[in-house]
């Protein structure tokens, strides 16, 4: 398995070319599919959003078997989340964790305005689950940001949050994390230019 600064290299290339129009689209040959019939070694775990705009594989121009992917509206941590990162460090050996929020988001527009108009009623008990993952990092906007910045403000913190929120809950990545053997990072992708921009770099417990 290759390490986490490596891994981050790879990302940030693949990133680089689906950006500039040059990507390569690798691994995603017969015999890529057939190599990884009995095994797999992605390079790295990405929890990003369910949003069809970002397609992970595509924007960081990887392929079969490269990336663990898990995707939820808001890319907000449920148990089961949590169990799927930790699955992909210790059974899989995956060194490079990234929680990946992106430009526009929906959840992040909904969470927004059911906070301020106290909507939450209006919400089913399956998408207030949700919704109940992100209001806190609606707490941590600074409350004299102006309108216009708000939910670009709001994805930011939803994305340090979620971080924040894993090593907090999750001992074993938290311990992974302390002592150097993984990398979790914070990302923000741009719907507009394609880049993915890393907001934290050497995350600590």
Do not use: W
């Not at 992974?176 to 600590?204: C, H, N, P, R, W």
């Amino acid at each position: 398995m290759i390490s986490s600064q490596e891994a981050l290299n790879r990302l940030i290339e693949g990133n680089d070319r689906f950006a500039q129009g040059n990507s390569v689209h690798p691994n995603r040959c017969e015999e890529t599919k057939n190599a990884l019939l009995k095994q797999q070694k992605p390079f790295v775990a990405v929890l990003s959003c369910s949003d069809s705009r970002v397609p992970i594989e595509i924007i960081f121009d990887a392929g079969l078997g490269d990336i663990f992917a898990v995707r939820t509206a808001g890319h907000v941590l449920s148990k089961e989340v949590i169990g799927s990162l930790e699955y992909a460090v210790k059974m899989i050996g995956v060194k490079l964790v990234i929680i990946l929020g992106h430009e526009n988001c929906g959840a992040i527009k909904t969470a927004l305005t059911t906070y301020q108009n106290k909507e939450y009623g209006e919400l089913s008990e399956n998408l207030q689950s949700i919704m109940n993952h992100i209001y806190p990092a609606i707490e941590n906007v600074p409350k004299d940001t102006h309108e216009d910045d708000l939910l670009n403000s709001a994805i930011k913190a939803n994305i340090n949050y979620q971080v924040e929120d894993l090593i907090k809950k999750d001992d074993y990545l938290a311990g992974k994390i302390k002592s150097g053997d993984i990398m979790l990072l914070g990302a923000e992708y741009s719907l507009a230019t394609g880049k993915v921009e890393f907001l934290s770099a050497g995350i600590q417990a």
